[in-house]
């Protein structure tokens, strides 16, 4: 669907990288060489990018590192667009919304990072009826072709490890457990 909306691979992967989520950022030599591109390849999608204002950037030493300009426009729909190529919108209605007493879910690893490595991550917190989980997971696989591994945790659990968290991408939260807990 987005290659052939954009035929530059290296412009999917950049959009991929930066708007799945947030707070990833990168900078260009970091990027040519996880892309397996050119510099000057990179640098070209980075300037077009960074023209749109789509991409912001700042100086760290002699580093330039660039990350998604949240404040943009289309931000929210690149989000998204990004968000449905990934399939990450099929998981959360798929699969999170009717699983039982879920009051949190992560998404870690690569897709956490914005690299799209064939298999998503999910942390989900709460109590959840595993064997549903198994036949929602199994289905979800095959509509998105990605492998898909998933770890459950306790509440108490996360309250105790939520500072490794930091990186990770929310796609779920209940009302009962508030943003200052997390």
């Known amino acids: 669907m987005l290659d ?4 530059s691979k290296t412009r999917i992967k950049m959009l991929l990288k ?5 707070h990833a950022t990168a900078y260009l ?3 040519a060489e996880e892309f397996g591109e050119s510099t000057n390849a990179i640098r070209h999608e980075l300037n077009n990018l960074s023209k749109a204002g789509y991409l912001i950037f700042s100086e760290e030493g002699r580093t330039i590192v660039y990350r998604a300009n949240t404040k943009h426009p289309l931000y929210n729909e690149l989000r998204s667009l990004v968000h449905k190529y990934l399939g990450i919108d099929k998981i959360i209605e798929n699969i999170l919304s009717r699983l039982g007493d879920l009051k949190l879910a992560f998404i870690v690893g690569d897709y956490a990072k914005g690299k799209d490595t064939g298999t ?10 595993e064997s549903y989980l198994n036949k929602l997971v199994k289905k979800a696989k095959s509509l998105l072709h990605r492998n898909i591994k998933i770890e459950i945790i ?26 200052d807990s997390i």
Do not use: C, P, Q, Y
């Not at 930066?18 to 947030?22: A, I, K, L």
């Not at 306790?154 to 943003?179: H, P, R």
């Open 154 to 179: 306790s509440v108490n659990d996360f309250k105790k490890n939520k500072t490794s968290f930091g990186n990770a991408l929310l796609v779920w939260n209940t009302s009962e457990i508030s943003n």
């Open 18 to 22: 930066f708007f799945t989520n947030s």
């Open 120 to 129: 998503i991550e999910l942390v989900l917190v709460g109590s959840v009826n």
């Open 4 to 7: 052939s909306l954009i035929t």
């Open 29 to 31: 030599r970091g990027m």
